[in-house]
């Protein structure tokens, strides 16, 4: 497994156009690997290809993927980067072998992380009418989303609760009695989109329904709880929408690791 660096040159026509479809970048990720073809799936249960978009500021946008492979991101410097200062040393982004980070996970150990995901129910509107996957909306249910103890538990963490004398409401709850899980736990929304494109055009030249994705980006403190189900989630992705730049959770030390959870 590989992880990997690239920062998007914004003032170039070729980045903004990237930016701004999810489709575009996810096709322009893919070609990144000669061997995966357009038609091709990933393997259920196998490692596969994630990626994500951070922006730190208005000029400041930095692509992650993760992949079992190594990528050659030389059309994409090309497009979207500084081709004129690429060369040899510096090709125009930086991959590391993630088995480093992957190897040394411990149940019990604590990281800070950060995880864009498309955090979805289903509900039924009307009695005897299918289910409908709906994203939620606002960052109480999105964050419950990711605090569900069945899905913590699949994906091999827990978030870390808040030490008593940080959090400002008592007992985590609202003065209505309602929980608020941004107060107790070590936990944040740090940006919500909404994404919406149309799909390629269908056979006989019919333009498929729009698509419409949510995607929340999350930041926050967890400790291992199963080193093995991380693993597959730092390489497989988390919930859905992965190709469209869902789903890549990283890990990055604690600046203050001595905080102890009640």
């Excluded at 009695?127 to 103890?149: C, F, N």
Aim: proline content about 10%.
């Amino acid at each position: 497994m590989f992880i990997t660096r690239f920062r998007v040159n914004t003032a170039r026509p070729g980045a903004r156009r990237l930016l701004s479809s999810p489709q575009a970048m996810h096709a322009a990720v893919m070609s990144s690997f000669p061997h995966i073809l357009p038609s091709d799936t990933p393997q259920p249960g196998a490692p596969r290809v994630l990626w994500r978009l951070d922006q730190q500021a208005r000029a400041e946008v930095l692509l992650y993927i993760v992949s079992p492979d190594r990528p050659d991101l030389t059309h994409l410097v090309e497009q979207a980067g500084w081709p004129a200062v690429a060369g040899p040393d510096n090709p125009g982004w930086q991959t590391r072998s993630y088995a480093p980070l992957l190897e040394r996970l411990t149940a019990g150990d604590r990281w800070a992380f950060r995880l864009t995901a498309n955090p979805v129910h289903t509900i039924r509107r009307k009695e005897g009418e299918p289910r409908k996957v709906t994203a939620h909306l606002t960052p109480i249910h999105q964050m419950g989303w990711l605090l569900d103890e069945k899905r913590q538990e699949r994906l091999g963490f827990r978030v870390c609760a808040k030490p008593a004398d940080r959090r400002l409401l008592p007992e985590g709850t609202t003065h209505g009695g309602r929980p608020c899980p941004g107060d107790r736990f070590e936990l944040a929304v740090r940006d919500t989109k909404s994404l919406a494109f149309d799909k390629n055009r269908s056979a006989g030249g019919r333009r498929d329904k729009p698509v419409t994705v949510v995607t929340v980006t999350f930041e926050g403190r967890m400790e291992i709880t199963d080193p093995d189900a991380l693993r597959r989630t730092l390489t497989q992705g988390v919930g859905r929408a992965r190709a469209y730049g869902c789903g890549l959770l990283t890990l990055a030390p604690l600046t203050h690791p001595t905080l102890n959870t009640p």
